[in-house]
Each structure stands twice: as C-alpha cells, then as structure tokens.
C-alpha cells in the first residue's frame, strides 16, 4: 500500500510522534529503524500493561488499541512494514536525495516474513500462569471503566473485552501454541541458513531485515530461552553478540531489558498493576 508522503520542514521538527512501549516487539522494531536512520521524533509511552493503550484519548486515534502508531502531521500509520518503509522514505528524502526510494525487494520478502510470526500466544504461555491471569483480569476491568467513562466508544471497548476473553482462551489451546512455536522454528531455522551465508539478513550491510528480526531474537533471551532457540544455532548465536554492539540496540533494547535491568523494568510495571488493582483504580 502506498502512502502520501508528508515530510517535516527538518528533521529536527516535532511533528512525528510515536506511541510506543518498550515493551512491545512492534514498538522495538519501530524505534530501531529511527535509530538507525536517525530520525528525530517525540515519544509517547503507552503501556499496553497497566491500560494505558485503552485510554480514550489513544483509543480515539486508535481504536485497535495496537502499538505503535506513527503520526506525521495528519498522516497516521499503524502497520509496522508500513512505518518503517516511511521511516526510510523520511531518511532518504532528508538526506537530499532526488530518488526516494525503499528497501529492495529481498529485505521486504524477509521483513515480511519475520513480520509473520506472531509472538502474542508463545510470549505469554511462558508468563507463569497466576501472573498472567492477574493482568488479564485487570486490562478487562480497565476496558470496562473506560467504556463507561466513554460510552460513545463503547462499540470498540466492547470489542477489545471480547479480545481479551479470547486471549485468555488461545493461550490454554495447546494447538495454538505447538502452531505458533513451529512457526518460530521454521523462522529461525531459515534465518540460520541465510546468516552461514552472509553477515546479515539480507546480505553484507544491515537492513531493516535485521530492525524486524532483533526484537524477536531480544523476546526470546527475555523470556530465558536463548538456550533453546539462539545457543543451539551457531550462526545466529553470533549474529546476536554482533547486534547487541549497535548503539541502535542498546538504546532501544538494551538500556530496559540486559542483565538486572530488565528485573527493573518489569517489577515497576507489576508494582503499578498490583497498587491499582488493590486500590481498584482503573
């Protein structure tokens, strides 16, 4: 899908906005490829854990309640592809270019295909269930206090309580999740076999390939199963020291979630859940 192309006056101008978390593989992704092409923008953290991606402020503009979306002026995107082959139309046109133009067609085929795999379900079968259930709890009780502060809306909230509920569902289907992991391996095992070949996804430089695949292979070593999908294969396994070198990562990724920090990061957000919920503050 094509899309009108609204440039800022400099890359210094606040007119992009992001709505992100970090947290969010979609929102890492994003925000790697501004890193990358360095792009200037104004951050808004909407934590998708605690709600605030239901708010009715975010819910207006988005009513999926999906992260990230991408404002430009009037224009707003909401795919991720979509996003960052913008991002780069942005970098290239900045850099004076006449020929705007995107990725080649071997660095799409690949972002697509990382894109495919959805970690939503393998993500959270490997939340300890009381956890997982505890949060899911609170989202609902959050989309329905914001329903009733915004009944207009109450079509979409509706929509989003219903989600949730079949959420909850999906990750006790043990055939979602045996679908969704061998969808993960077949990936991984074909990113293997494409990396004993050339440094990177899509061949001898870095490419928004790799901003689709890095937050993928991050999930796994948070979730402490870099043993089971990164060790066991020897290319991959160095491509991830490689990248962990980028300061693209360590300020997207790294800063949140290497060593203690990511205990931080993620006891905070329990905390706020836990208060609220013990408050019953939605």
Known sequence: MKHILLLPNSLGDKKMQLYHHPFDLDSQKVRLALEEKSIDYTSHHVNPVTGKNLDSSFFKMN??????????????????????????????????????????????EWMQKVQEWNPKYFSLSHVPEKYRIYVSKFLRRVVIARMSESPELAGAYHKKLKEAYQTEERVKDSDVLIRSKEHLIRLLDEVEKQLSETPYLAGQEFTMADVMLIPVLSRLVLLDLEKEYITGRPNIAEYWVLIQQRPSYRKVIGRYFDGWKKHKTLLKTWCFVRVRSLLKRY
């Open 63 to 108: 009513p999926g309640g999906r992260l990230p979306v991408f404002q430009n002026g009037s224009h707003i995107l909401y795919k991720t592809i979509d996003i960052i082959q913008y991002i780069e139309r942005i970098a290239v046109f900045s850099s004076g270019s006449e020929n705007i133009s995107s990725s080649n067609k071997e660095v799409i």
